[in-house]
Protein backbone atom coordinates (compact mmCIF):
# COMPACT_ATOMS: atom_id res chain seq x y z
CA UNK A 1 0.00 0.00 0.00
CA UNK A 2 1.22 3.52 -0.90
CA UNK A 3 1.54 5.89 2.39
CA UNK A 4 2.72 8.83 0.72
CA UNK A 5 1.58 10.42 -2.63
CA UNK A 6 4.42 12.50 -3.34
CA UNK A 7 6.93 9.49 -3.64
CA UNK A 8 6.37 7.51 -6.84
CA UNK A 9 5.92 3.55 -6.80
CA UNK A 10 7.47 3.09 -10.76
CA UNK A 11 10.82 1.43 -11.05
CA UNK A 12 11.98 3.72 -13.56
CA UNK A 13 11.07 6.99 -11.49
CA UNK A 14 13.16 5.27 -8.37
CA UNK A 15 16.14 4.59 -10.24
CA UNK A 16 16.50 8.30 -11.70
CA UNK A 17 15.93 9.79 -8.29
CA UNK A 18 18.52 7.25 -6.66
CA UNK A 19 21.05 7.97 -9.73
CA UNK A 20 20.50 11.84 -9.97
CA UNK A 21 20.44 12.28 -5.92
CA UNK A 22 22.39 15.01 -4.86
CA UNK A 23 25.27 14.70 -2.71
CA UNK A 24 23.46 15.62 0.46
CA UNK A 25 21.21 12.46 -0.19
CA UNK A 26 23.58 10.29 -1.33
CA UNK A 27 25.62 10.77 1.72
CA UNK A 28 22.77 9.34 3.55
CA UNK A 29 22.41 6.14 0.73
CA UNK A 30 25.94 5.71 1.83
CA UNK A 31 26.11 4.31 4.97
CA UNK A 32 27.53 1.03 6.46
CA UNK A 33 26.37 -1.05 9.52
CA UNK A 34 28.56 -0.71 12.57
CA UNK A 35 30.38 -3.81 14.04
CA UNK A 36 29.22 -5.53 16.84
CA UNK A 37 31.14 -3.85 19.30
CA UNK A 38 29.72 -0.27 18.43
CA UNK A 39 26.38 -1.25 17.95
CA UNK A 40 26.32 -2.38 21.66
CA UNK A 41 27.89 0.87 23.02
CA UNK A 42 26.02 3.37 20.85
CA UNK A 43 22.51 1.12 20.01
CA UNK A 44 22.77 2.27 16.13
CA UNK A 45 22.82 -0.39 13.76
CA UNK A 46 24.15 1.76 10.98
CA UNK A 47 25.91 5.99 10.23
CA UNK A 48 26.86 7.31 7.00
CA UNK A 49 30.18 6.32 5.81
CA UNK A 50 33.15 9.39 6.46
CA UNK A 51 36.86 10.10 5.89
CA UNK A 52 38.99 9.14 9.02
CA UNK A 53 36.79 6.34 9.80
CA UNK A 54 38.59 2.78 10.17
CA UNK A 55 36.65 0.10 8.47
CA UNK A 56 36.89 -3.68 7.91
CA UNK A 57 35.94 -4.79 4.34
CA UNK A 58 33.56 -7.78 4.65
CA UNK A 59 32.54 -8.63 1.04
CA UNK A 60 34.07 -9.29 -2.32
CA UNK A 61 37.91 -9.84 -3.73
CA UNK A 62 39.41 -7.31 -1.26
CA UNK A 63 37.93 -9.02 1.67
CA UNK A 64 40.20 -8.52 4.97
CA UNK A 65 40.24 -8.85 8.76
CA UNK A 66 42.60 -6.03 9.35
CA UNK A 67 40.99 -2.44 9.96
CA UNK A 68 41.98 0.27 7.62
CA UNK A 69 41.16 4.18 7.45
CA UNK A 70 38.68 5.47 4.80
CA UNK A 71 41.03 7.67 2.69
CA UNK A 72 38.10 9.36 0.45
CA UNK A 73 34.49 9.24 0.07
CA UNK A 74 33.55 9.30 -3.22
CA UNK A 75 29.86 10.39 -3.00
CA UNK A 76 29.89 11.09 -7.20
CA UNK A 77 31.10 7.42 -8.18
CA UNK A 78 28.99 5.59 -4.97
CA UNK A 79 32.35 4.18 -3.35
CA UNK A 80 34.73 4.55 -0.40
CA UNK A 81 38.19 4.53 -1.01
CA UNK A 82 40.21 2.88 1.81
CA UNK A 83 44.40 2.63 2.88
CA UNK A 84 45.93 -0.49 1.51
CA UNK A 85 43.22 -1.29 -1.07
CA UNK A 86 44.92 -0.40 -4.87
CA UNK A 87 46.02 -2.30 -7.95
CA UNK A 88 48.01 -2.11 -10.32
CA UNK A 89 48.01 -0.66 -13.71
CA UNK A 90 48.98 -1.65 -17.15
CA UNK A 91 51.73 1.05 -17.29
CA UNK A 92 52.85 0.22 -13.72
CA UNK A 93 50.91 2.94 -11.61
CA UNK A 94 48.85 1.88 -8.36
CA UNK A 95 45.09 3.56 -8.24
CA UNK A 96 42.71 3.70 -5.26
CA UNK A 97 40.33 0.81 -5.69
CA UNK A 98 36.43 1.84 -4.99
CA UNK A 99 34.47 0.12 -2.58
CA UNK A 100 30.67 0.20 -1.87
CA UNK A 101 29.66 1.84 1.60
CA UNK A 102 27.81 -1.27 1.91
CA UNK A 103 30.25 -4.13 1.77
CA UNK A 104 32.24 -2.42 4.74
CA UNK A 105 31.97 -2.20 8.11
CA UNK A 106 32.46 0.68 10.76
CA UNK A 107 35.11 -0.15 13.54
CA UNK A 108 35.80 2.78 14.66
CA UNK A 109 34.28 6.09 13.90
CA UNK A 110 36.09 9.23 13.79
CA UNK A 111 33.56 11.43 16.86
CA UNK A 112 32.73 14.92 16.66
CA UNK A 113 30.16 16.87 18.04
CA UNK A 114 28.00 16.87 14.56
CA UNK A 115 28.54 12.85 15.15
CA UNK A 116 27.94 12.56 18.71
CA UNK A 117 24.30 14.11 17.99
CA UNK A 118 23.38 12.06 15.36
CA UNK A 119 24.71 8.76 17.47
CA UNK A 120 22.70 10.69 20.40
CA UNK A 121 19.23 10.91 18.11
CA UNK A 122 19.56 7.23 16.78
CA UNK A 123 20.01 5.87 19.91
CA UNK A 124 17.60 3.28 20.21
CA UNK A 125 17.49 2.79 23.98
CA UNK A 126 15.85 6.00 24.36
CA UNK A 127 12.98 5.11 21.80
CA UNK A 128 11.27 3.22 24.29
CA UNK A 129 9.37 6.53 25.50
CA UNK A 130 6.18 6.98 24.15
CA UNK A 131 7.11 10.87 22.92
CA UNK A 132 5.84 13.43 25.42
CA UNK A 133 2.52 11.17 26.41
CA UNK A 134 1.36 10.86 29.92
CA UNK A 135 0.23 8.20 31.66
CA UNK A 136 -2.51 7.74 33.90
CA UNK A 137 -1.28 8.01 37.29
CA UNK A 138 0.41 11.39 36.13
CA UNK A 139 -3.09 12.35 34.67
CA UNK A 140 -5.01 11.63 38.43
CA UNK A 141 -1.91 13.17 40.25
CA UNK A 142 -2.51 16.34 37.87
CA UNK A 143 -6.08 16.05 38.91
Do not use: C
Request: proline share 3%.
Amino acid sequence: MKFNAHVSSSRRKQRKAHFQAPSSVRRKLMTAPLSKELRQKYNVRSMPIRKDDEVQITRGQYKSQQLAKVISVYRKRWVVYVERVQREKANGTTVPVGISASKVEISKLKLDKDRRAILERKDRSKKKTDKGKITEEEAMAAE
